[in-house]
T-cell receptor, first 116, second 111 residues
Framework: DTGVSQDPRHKITKRGQNVTFRCDPI?????LYWYRQTLGQGPEFLTY????????KSRLLSDRFSAERPKGSFSTLEIQRTEQGDSAMYLC??????????????FGPGTRLTVL | ELKVEQNPLFLSMQEGKNYTIYCNYS?????LYWYRQDPGKSLESLFV?????AVKQEGRLMASLDTKARLSTLHITAAVHDLSATYFC???????????FGTGTRLKVLA
């Protein structure tokens, strides 16, 4: 399967702990996005990478959140000192830079985080 | 504030009926995307609309875009149970790499 993959699929943690999620985009996709989705809502944009450069960050991304994409391949999203309000589905998506307008994003299966 | 609003939020319809989901957005954008999400699953891309007047059809679904009215529609023809899912529209914000998703429309097709 050459789609977007995310690991882990589920994470349960206690408040105050740090968690890290991984996303492997589709090969050759230069663009990588992270979103957060809470129950009954649409995905909320968190951050965007073009190759290894983080070009856009949402104000939703507090200083407890950090994302990296070393070497422009996989990406990690770390949440420090988790809070119960961080409980959500974290989605990763990738797309390919092409000439002209943006194109569709391909989403991974998501990582469901539960903070107790 | 940049908003993407969908109407209705919930839709219960009988098989065989037609209906339209509306997506209004407040930002300037010439590009709009429709996604489908099944319960507990990730998002699946349905349509990418890249210009004013764009119309795309796939099976029983047809999407259109009016950038002047900042409105997109997703029309369902002769609904079947397999179309039951949540449908999201999304726009990207000109000059940024951000996308904003709508509130979602939860569709239930009754047999």
């Amino acid at each position: 399967d050459t789609g977007v993959s995310q690991d882990p699929r589920h994470k349960i943690t206690k408040r105050g702990q740090n968690v890290t999620f991984r996303c492997d985009p589709i090969s050759e996709h230069n663009r990588l996005y992270w979103y957060r989705q809470t129950l009954g809502q649409g995905p909320e944009f968190l951050t965007y990478f073009q190759n290894e450069a983080q070009l856009e960050k949402s104000r939703l991304l507090s200083d407890r959140f950090s994302a990296e994409r070393p070497k422009g391949s996989f990406s990690t999203l770390e949440i420090q000192r988790t809070e119960q309000g961080d409980s959500a589905m974290y989605l990763c998506a990738s797309s390919q830079i092409m000439q002209g307008p943006n194109v569709e994003q391909f989403f991974g299966p998501g990582t469901r985080l539960t903070v107790l | 504030e940049l908003k993407v609003e969908q109407n209705p939020l919930f839709l219960s319809m009988q098989e065989g009926k037609n209906y339209t989901i509306y997506c209004n957005y407040s930002t300037t954008s010439d590009r709009l995307y429709w996604y489908r999400q099944d319960p507990g699953k990730s998002l699946e891309s349905l349509f990418v609309l890249l210009s004013n007047g764009a119309v795309k059809q796939e099976g029983r679904l047809m999407a259109s875009l009016d950038t002047k009215a900042r409105l997109s529609t997703l029309h369902i023809t002769a609904a079947v149970h397999d179309l039951s899912a949540t449908y999201f529209c999304a726009v990207d914000i000109e000059g940024t790499y951000k996308y904003i998703f709508g509130t979602g429309t939860r569709l239930k097709v009754l047999a």
